[in-house]
């Protein structure tokens, strides 16, 4: 069953503008990820941030980590129409990290108007 | 970077018939795989897991029987629909975990519709 969730689980705002989206997941994590997805394409890895951190950047993308809460965010500045995309947060919650697969959220649908 | 090659990248058969997708590590070894479906607008529920040479790990409610996963190499896991139906139509995306870097990395996923 799907841990986590995102909200919003659309989001449209114009270029230039910045998205955030957020996600909660339900036990206890050693990593969670975001990933982009383009209509009809495969996973594209955004950033990774671990348990023991509370904020990450990576270009134009800045995650947060609240383990007390359970959630994560998502902030792309500057956004432009190729960000166009689904994101969906996915944590290694089933097993401690190791061999079992990710636990994927809901995802968020964003569109970048031009 | 690392390569995950899924093939077909899109496939239709008739009802009844089975489908295989192959799922390949093209520049590093993949102790594990694993299987994905993705149904429209919804998000990955993960299928099965599957370790070279031993059987796959499958999760709740998904028929080990009708998906078939073949793990023979470190490097191609197979994934077969048997006997498929309309409501098996869904886009199936495989992820295989590097040997020495424990890394994940995605394939791009197969469309399978099923008429």
């Known amino acids: 069953s799907q841990q986590g969730e995102e909200d919003p689980q659309a989001l449209s705002i114009q270029e230039g503008e910045n998205a955030t989206m957020n996600c909660s997941y339900k036990?206890?994590?050693?990593?969670l990820q975001w990933y982009r997805q383009n209509s009809g394409r495969g996973l594209v890895h955004l950033i990774l941030?671990?348990?023991?951190?509370r904020e990450k950047h990576s270009g134009r993308l800045r995650v947060t980590l609240d383990t007390s809460k359970k959630s994560s965010s998502l902030l792309i500045t500057a956004s432009r129409a190729a960000d166009t995309a689904s994101y969906f947060c996915a944590t290694d919650e089933r097993s401690g990290g190791g061999a079992d697969g990710l636990t994927f959220g809901k995802g968020t649908h964003l569109i970048i108007q031009p | 970077g690392a390569v995950v090659s899924q093939h077909p990248s899109r496939v239709i058969c008739k009802s009844g018939t089975s489908v295989k997708i192959e799922c390949r590590s093209l520049d590093f070894q993949a102790t594990t795989m694993f299987w994905y479906r993705q149904f429209p607008k919804q998000s990955l529920m993960l299928m099965a897991t599957s370790n070279e040479g031993s059987k796959a790990t499958y999760e709740q409610g998904v028929e080990k029987d009708k998906f078939l996963i073949n793990h023979a190499s470190l490097t191609l896991s197979t994934l077969t629909v048997t006997s498929a139906h309309p409501e098996d139509s869904s886009f199936y995306i495989c992820?295989?975990?590097?040997?020495?870097?424990?890394?994940?990395?995605f394939g791009e996923g197969s469309r399978l519709t099923v008429l």
């Open positions: 941030i671990r348990s023991n951190e």
């Open positions: 992820s295989a975990r590097a040997l020495y870097t424990g890394e994940l990395f």
């Open positions: 036990t206890s994590i050693n990593n």
